[in-house]
């Protein structure tokens, strides 16, 4: 349920706790984020017993924003350089304009 969670996300950093019995929360995540995120377009939600964290990143900054490895700072879970992102998502599910965009960032 949404009330057995608190996500505070601001540009920079990322928190979240779970109830854990009565009023005590215990943290699961917290930390500075690797880039900036657009918090009004962020959004978080409870769907079958998960909690899901959609984090909008900010374009803003350039294509470098773009591609993350890891969500919070120092905690590098990807490898850019070597990243498939043709195999992790498919591009061919996109409309045709973004299809281009995308494939144009990853040559």
Known sequence: RGRDFRVEINRSR??????????????LLRGELQRPVLTDECEWSVEDGSLIIALAKDGRLGAEAEWWTGVLAGEDTLEARTADAVAYAALEGLPEEERHLATKALA
């Open 14 to 27: 990322v928190s979240v706790a779970a109830r854990s019995c009565g009023d005590e929360w215990q943290h």
